[in-house]
């Protein structure tokens, strides 16, 4: 009877054992991975939470400075294409520097919500007179980018340029504003 005794405590003690294993310690030990896997995120929410609580003053700075590049930008773009004065301005930053001058506009196109025109402008004149018409046209009141630009010396290389540039303008959309 003893060693019947002994297997019976033996076999119970076991099913606890395996009753412990399986239905405390396995569960409990998922939970605990859950929990710290939680608390990992939790943690690396807070201090992404954190870094980006310490860029917002800088975000709003940048914001505030985009905001008024686009105040500039916008104010460079008229409501209408006012190519007349255009032309006229551009004759006037070439007068007295490049010779042989023509402009041709092209059609406007409708690109993303503003017209967008082409101006083939041809010229002639010295390297720096070139250079002294491009910042003089960076700084009208009217937004203009240079596309494309071509230089040619001429044959006798007396330091004349026979200069070809495609100038973009834009402007909005009549009744946009």
Known sequence: MTSRAQIS????????????????YI???RQLET??????????????????????????QRLEELRC???THKARIPDDLKMGDLLETLA???????????FVPGQPQL????????IHVSCCGRLADVFEFLQDLARIRRLVVVEQMRLDNDHGLTGQLQVEMDLVVFHEPLGHA
């Open 27 to 29: 569960p409990a030990r």
């Open 9 to 24: 405590i033996y076999v119970v003690l076991g099913l606890l054992v395996a009753d412990f294993i399986l239905f405390g």
């Open 92 to 102: 006037g930053l070439m007068e007295g520097r490049l010779t042989a001058r023509s």
């Open 69 to 71: 590049q686009l105040a």
């Open 35 to 60: 929990m710290e896997r939680a608390i990992t995120t939790d943690i690396s929410t807070r201090r992404l939470a954190d870094v980006q609580r310490r860029q917002i003053p800088h975000l709003r």
């Open 111 to 118: 690109v993303d919500g503003l017209y967008r025109t082409t």
